[in-house]
């Protein structure tokens, strides 16, 4: 059972900076897809940044510039820049065993495998 923990969440201004970490496993991270979604209540879940086991990421429109993804040892993250209000969310890391098919964000991380129990992250204006 593959088990994620999530940290690094808090209240930060629009405009600053905040790192999410989460704890897998050595197995996890390097032999599967990895990503970061977020959901606010009341709307569907948004998938933010997808990592891929060959190394190509994949972001949303909105995140694009500001958000980076990335993987060490037993652990992934979510650098996030230039925060704005709208990325208020709670944020999951996931897991999902490798996709194949188009190489979209939707395609490569669909979110049909292993969640962690999310952090939440306040962007105050």
């Known amino acids: 059972e593959v088990q994620l923990t999530e940290s690094g969440g808090g209240l930060v201004q629009a405009g600053g900076s905040l790192r999410l970490s989460c704890a897998a496993s050595?197995?996890?991270?390097?032999?599967?897809?990895i990503s970061w979604f977020r959901q606010v209540p009341g709307k569907e879940r948004e998938r933010v940044a997808c990592?891929?086991?060959?190394?190509t990421e994949y972001y949303v429109d909105s995140v694009k510039g500001r958000f980076a993804i990335s993987k060490d040892n037993a652990a992934m993250y979510l650098q996030m820049n230039s925060l704005k209000p709208e990325d208020t969310a709670v944020y999951y890391c996931?897991?999902?065993?490798?996709?194949?098919?188009?190489?979209?964000?939707?395609?490569?991380?669909?979110?049909?495998?292993?969640w962690g129990q999310g952090t939440q992250v306040t962007v105050s204006s």
């Open positions: 996931v897991v999902d065993m490798p996709q194949f098919g188009n190489r979209d964000i939707a395609t490569m991380c669909p979110g049909f495998g292993s």
């Open positions: 050595i197995f996890d991270v390097n032999n599967n897809h």
């Open positions: 990592l891929t086991i060959d190394g």
